[in-house]
């Protein structure tokens, strides 16, 4: 009864290989994130959906490719690996309030380790 | 871009001191949420603060929101080897549909 879960967990893989990451989140909430974290810890958002819209596409290679089949999931895919890749990519959701107390928690996933060769 | 400031990048102390981390914007925020990643895990959401000089604790943990709502901190009193952990300040901005982490602390405590 995993909130939000990803696969795989780790990843290995030559340069200019092509990889997918999923993520899918049993939590009923309706807007999902990728986020990539480096070797010291910064965490900086690639994408958002919300109800499998697009919502946030902050600057990042376009050799990355998210895709939203529906509300529970959200994949990515990653083109022609490079080395500066490497890093721990997090899925996290969140439920999107527009009005009342506003608490947007996001909810991580255990992270995919991704390592490139 | 607007952008979250956290020092210190690195802290260690010794079981039983106190730790302070701080977070800084130049602008006001809607609120501001705090993380914790433990080694090796993911971030795990601790609390929000949404008013203005808020201040709200979790045992050992206590986290302030400023008057002006640009900064804020989280302080452990007693440190304790459970603590050890990356711990993160997130703020939203009224414009933005996203968080804005800051670039975390990592806390070592020795034994």
Do not use: C
């Given at each position: 009864d995993t909130a939000v879960s990803q696969t795989p967990k780790y990843l290995v893989t030559q340069m200019g290989n092509d990889k997918s990451i999923k993520c899918?989140?049993?939590?009923?909430?309706?807007?999902?994130?990728?986020?990539?974290?480096?070797?010291?810890?910064?965490?900086?958002?690639?994408?958002?959906?919300?109800?499998?819209?697009?919502?946030?596409?902050?600057?990042?290679?376009?050799?990355f490719s998210?895709?939203?089949?529906?509300?529970?999931?959200?994949?990515?895919h990653i083109n022609s690996l490079e080395l500066g890749d490497s890093a721990v990519y997090f899925c996290a959701s969140s439920l999107y309030r527009t009005s009342g107390p506003y608490q947007e928690t996001q909810y991580f996933g255990p992270g995919t380790r991704l390592l490139v060769l | 871009g607007q952008q979250v400031m956290q020092i210190p990048q690195y802290q260690h102390v010794q079981e039983g001191e106190d730790f302070t981390t701080y977070c800084n914007s130049s602008t006001t925020l809607s609120n501001i949420q705090w993380y914790k990643q433990r080694p090796g895990g993911h971030p795990v959401f601790l609390i929000q603060l949404v008013k203005s000089g808020e201040v709200k604790k979790q045992k050992r943990l206590t986290f302030q929101f400023g008057e002006a709502k640009k900064n804020s901190s989280l302080h452990i009193t007693a440190?304790?080897?459970?603590?050890?952990g990356t711990y993160f300040c997130a703020g939203r901005y009224s414009s933005a549909r996203q968080l804005t982490f800051g670039s975390g602390t990592q806390l070592t405590v020795l034994p």
């Open positions: 899918e989140q049993n939590l009923g909430h309706d807007t999902m994130y990728w986020y990539k974290q480096d070797s010291k810890k910064f965490l900086k958002i690639m994408f958002s959906y919300n109800n499998k819209e697009l919502i946030i596409n902050e600057t990042v290679p376009n050799r998210p895709k939203s089949p529906d509300k529970a999931h959200l994949n990515l | 440190t304790q080897t459970t603590d050890v």
